[in-house]
DNA sequence: TTCAATGCAAAAGTTTTGCACCTCT
DNA sequence: AGAGGTGCAAAACTTTTGCATTGAA
């Protein structure tokens, strides 16, 4: 794509095949991958691709605010393009990550800063359940 | 301690010093310590407690909810024995994980099950920012 | 041409597992 | 006595690192 090595070369990056694979991957999913995931994604079309890539890849990306890194209580960290906060759902049953958009946090983080003085500068909201197909 | 012994013994746990040991020294820190630090916090007074041990034990309590883990982006988790649903602060400076008590969450709740029709079990919400000492 | 990125393999770090022995009940 | 817990060492996993080679600018 030619935006995406537009973006990288805006943030400073060199532009290479991998890094135009590896965010192209993270914009066309929804999943929030791991990075074993995008590995594996990307094999069939960039055989040489190594994992140690996909991870230094990622890591740059997450230090440019590119992708957001996310932590749901597996082993291994996912990545999501949507960098602007939001918070996400689990599902227990099927084990689904998901994209929530929700007003109402502006306001906990105001109180948080006032009553604790404690000043937010971004927040990560993880709520584990059951999603609406598998209820 | 005696009450603690209770505790275990109702949830269907045996009681051992190990036991006890792990979920007293939990009681006592608002540090939120992981594996690592709680086997060392306990290696003085409990010389032969291995690390296999206290993720052994953790793990016990945590499917009993005796504890709560955390997971704040470090590559260990943390551990809780406050296991009500409550928010938590991370300081970027001094690296301090603290609790914190706000209201504000149940409406986001109820707005979730109502707009998107995901069934809320439990929450976790992590601010990432600069505590009062630290600014 | 130059400097950074890649890929490989090895290392580091966290967590889990298998198994013999020990300890609670 | 018996079921279950402990401790050790080894294994499994995720992530990082060092370094020679490759590739983008």
Redesign the pocket.
Known sequence: MQETAQIL?EKG???????IAVYNMLLNTKEHP???TIYKALQPT?P??????V???L??FKQLHLVQELNVGE???RYDAIVCCHPHTVCSCCGKVEDLFVEGMTEIHKKVEEEFHFHVDSEQLILYGTCARCQ
């Open positions: 070369r990056l060199k532009v290479t095949p991998q890094r791991n990075a074993e960039n040489t691709m190594s994992l140690a890539t991870y230094k890849t890591d740059y082993p291994s960290s």
